[in-house]
């Protein structure tokens, strides 16, 4: 499996100015915060706020003033530059991080929920020493499981991270331009797959840009707007997918359960004749278990022996008949408990039986 590590600058006042026509790629520390913690605020379409309460902070709390928070290490970083006589920030310093580490859906929901916690707190332990071994000044001041998107199927965990640092004086700074940037990506996605797997996890390596292939990276290149969705946008779509899904398999148990009221009515309309007919006609079995045909003393035969095939005959049609009337109940039988499953059940059920 893949487990997608998307990461997002933060400032308390980002800039608004525009690079080459392209908006800053920086989110303020409310939006980010307001989204991650528990009033869950933000477009995603995927959040169910009633679930809200089944999340898991791993570290700090919903209550936290994330902005008081991240001001007070802007705040150390300002008096030390002041103390050596250096220039303080400016508003629109990055001085924050957004992390989340996404293991896919599809690996995630075939686990319990205790399975699914203890896996995400493996893979926090894991990033914590990656960003450890990048950079030991760096603070990890909140995180949280949300299990309250997608119908709890795809619990994952968001971090905030303050990048402090040190300048080459040692004077405290922030520096996401030496310190968040390609090296800070490669170096996190070859680290975290291979340490994963030696916590027991077959997590698969990321692609890194710069060891593409020429070949990769212009596919890279040309699907790049796919690749730099923003987390809302890629769920929408994500959601798109399953509506469309979900609907597909609707389909198929409208079909089973028009199919199943062909066979009830089917079924009614040979009762229904079998009530209409007052001669009891015998089975092939019983024709057989005649005696053949007596002679006459002048040779002729009791009943002829056309009449004789043509009651067999009979016999046999009315065995078809019976044989026929059995099947149909079996289905309208089989079709009836499927359409007793539950919606998940009936639709893979379904799904089944459309390739029959």
């Given amino acids: 499996m893949h487990v997608g ?26 939006a980010a915060w307001d989204e991650m913690r528990d009033v869950r605020r933000g477009r995603d379409e995927t959040i169910d706020r009633s679930m809200t309460d089944q999340n898991v902070w791993l570290r700090g709390s919903t209550d936290m003033d994330m902005e008081a928070e991240v001001q ?24 924050g991080i957004e992390m989340i580490e996404k293991p896919p859906m599809e690996y995630m929901e ?49 971090r905030i991270v303050v990048p402090l640092t040190k300048d080459k004086n040692g004077v405290l700074a922030f520096n996401a331009k030496s310190e968040f940037n390609l090296k800070f990506f490669t170096f996190v996605n070859t680290e975290y797959p291979k340490r994963m ?19 990769e990276k212009e596919e890279h290149r040309r699907n790049k707007p796919e690749y730099g969705l923003e987390g809302f946008e890629y769920k929408r ?19 089973l359960e028009d199919r199943q009221r062909e066979l009830a009515d089917q079924n009614k309309t040979l009762e229904e004749r079998n ?9 092939e079995e019983e024709v057989k278990a ?10 002729d035969y009791k ?35 499927k359409r007793r499953l539950p919606i998940p059940e009936r639709m893979a059920a379904g799904c089944a039986g459309c390739g029959d």
């Fill in 5 to 30: 590590l998307p990461c997002m600058k933060l400032s308390l006042s980002p800039s608004t100015q525009k690079h080459n026509g392209r908006k800053a790629g920086t989110c303020s520390v409310k």
């Fill in 72 to 95: 007070k290490y802007i705040d150390l970083v300002n008096a030390d530059k002041k103390a050596h006589g250096k220039r303080a920030l400016r508003c629109d310093a990055v001085t």
């Fill in 110 to 158: 075939k686990m319990s929920r205790e399975e699914q916690i203890w896996f995400l707190r493996v893979s926090s332990d894991v990033l914590d020493q990656i960003l450890r071994d990048w950079n030991p000044d760096w603070i990890t001041v909140a995180q949280v499981i949300h299990f309250d998107e997608f119908g709890g199927k795809a619990p994952h965990t968001h």
């Fill in 197 to 215: 797997r030696e916590r027991g996890y077959e997590v698969e390596d990321c692609k890194i840009y710069d060891r593409m292939t020429e070949e």
């Fill in 237 to 255: 779509r994500k959601q798109q997918e399953l509506e469309t899904a979900i609907v597909e398999k609707e389909a198929v148990v409208e079909d």
């Fill in 275 to 283: 009530r209409k007919i007052k001669v009891r006609i015998m089975t």
């Fill in 290 to 299: 005649l005696p053949k045909p007596q002679k006459t003393l002048g040779g």
């Fill in 303 to 337: 009943i002829s022996p056309k009449k004789y095939q043509n009651l067999l005959a009979t016999a046999k049609r009315v065995d078809i008949a019976e044989y026929n009337q059995r099947v149909l109940r079996d289905k309208e039988a089989e079709l009836e408990k």
